[in-house]
């Protein structure tokens, strides 16, 4: 069947979920709501609010949409699969992504605790607390072992969980998090959690509400500076395969995390159909869940994605028609490696609207385009804080990321900043 697609979203996430859908021989149209420089190349730019459900309704109808593929959090969590089957005119629309029940799971940290102590997934001990419960709250903090981890319950862009090694820093924290609303109405609840010392890695799960599919796993790099250091980021890299993630470790997360949490979906009458990424942490070789998401990851996408070798309007065609069992995805053997290029001054205050030069030319890597727009020139400007991702592939971690660092050195503009070790800790 040839579909019109609605990819919604403006970061790189999108433009490598619109690349790949792009290439098959089912795609007739395809748009990005509001998408960036780079969607601009291969898809064509709608410029409407990923959370503005009235509008992506009435252009959904007007192009007579079949599959809408939802990147970002925000509007899964606000309802757009649920605003969708309201409408009788729009519930023919195939949709990857949750409805607001499923979306619960990012959307409320309390809420996909809660899930997995019912369900007895792996996780790390933890409490929830409001702020009426202050006194308690600061008590319970008093009683733990640091380092401790502070998370805002709802969405607060990356930004809402604090770790810190001093109980006093801990207990000023959540006061800021639960009486001055440090987060707003994300901080009205905080979940106080054991810290877990391991190694974090990203498992993807593609679900239909009755089969599922494992996607290649990643891990990415939040930090900004080298070797782990300074504040966290939207994400400065990532790295697929990990070569500790193998067959035994993957098939612990497949009986302790992913049947879990499938299972607890359906008996809990949430039909879910699209992305479930899953955070976690290998501790000692075991997998405990630190968080989901009710999408895919950004920068992961920019490694999963370039190793799927499948027709990604099939694979998502049968997401939507409950007909995922039918599909055998095939992933390309070698590893995949993103370098995020930031502007200068990113996580904090930064610049935008400064020509990007250099990127005409590179043969080897794929530049997937994040925080990107064209100005009145036509040229392409930085228009937020992580810029472009640089993927590569190769037969080897410092293969590709060889390639993807050369062409991050090629590109330029004033301020640009970005990691060279992204993946160099998996090779010790």
Partial sequence: MQHNILVVGSGGREHTLAWKLAQSSQCENLYVAPGN????????????????????????????????????????????????????????????????????????????????????????????????????????????????VLKADGLAAGKGVIITDEVAVAQDTLREMLVDRKFGDASSKVVIEQFLRGIELSVFVLTDGKSYRILPEAKDYKRIGEKDTGPNTGGMGAVSPVPFADNGFLGKVETRVIQPTLAGLKKEGIDYRGFIFIGLMNVNGDPYVIEYNVRMGDPETEVVIPRLKNDL????????????????????????????????????????????????????????????????????????????????????????????????????????????????????
Avoid at 46 to 55: L, P, Q
Avoid at 348 to 376: C, M, P, W
């Fill in 37 to 148: 420089a780079g969607t601009s190349q291969i898809a064509k730019n709608v410029s409407i609010a990923a959370t503005d459900f009235e509008k992506l309704g009435q252009f959904c109808f007007e192009r007579e949409i079949t599959l809408l593929i939802v990147g970002p959090e925000q509007p899964l969590v606000e309802g757009i699969r649920d605003y969708f089957q309201q409408h009788k005119n729009l519930s023919g629309v195939g949709i990857i992504g949750p409805d607001a029940a499923g979306a619960q799971l990012e959307g409320s940290k309390d809420f996909s605790k809660q899930f997995m102590q019912r369900y007895q997934i792996p996780t790390a001990a933890s409490q929830t607390f409001t702020a009426e419960q202050l006194d308690e709250a600061l008590a319970y903090v008093a009683q733990q072992t640091p380092p401790i």
């Fill in 313 to 428: 309007v099939e694979v998502m065609e049968a997401v939507a028609e409950q007909r995922l069992d039918e599909i055998t995805l095939e992933v390309d053997p070698r590893t995949a490696t993103t370098v995020m290029l930031v502007a200068g001054g990113y996580p904090e205050k930064y610049e935008k609207g400064d020509v990007i030069s250099g990127l005409e030319g590179l043969k080897q890597t794929l530049v997937f385009h994040a925080g990107t727009r064209q100005n009145e020139n036509e040229e392409v400007v930085t228009n937020g804080g992580r810029v472009l991702s640089i993927t590569a592939l190769g037969d080897s971690i410092p293969e590709a990321l060889e390639k993807s660092n050369a062409a991050a050195e090629a590109i330029t503009w004033k301020g640009k900043y970005y990691r060279k070790d992204i993946g160099l800790d998996l090779l010790a």
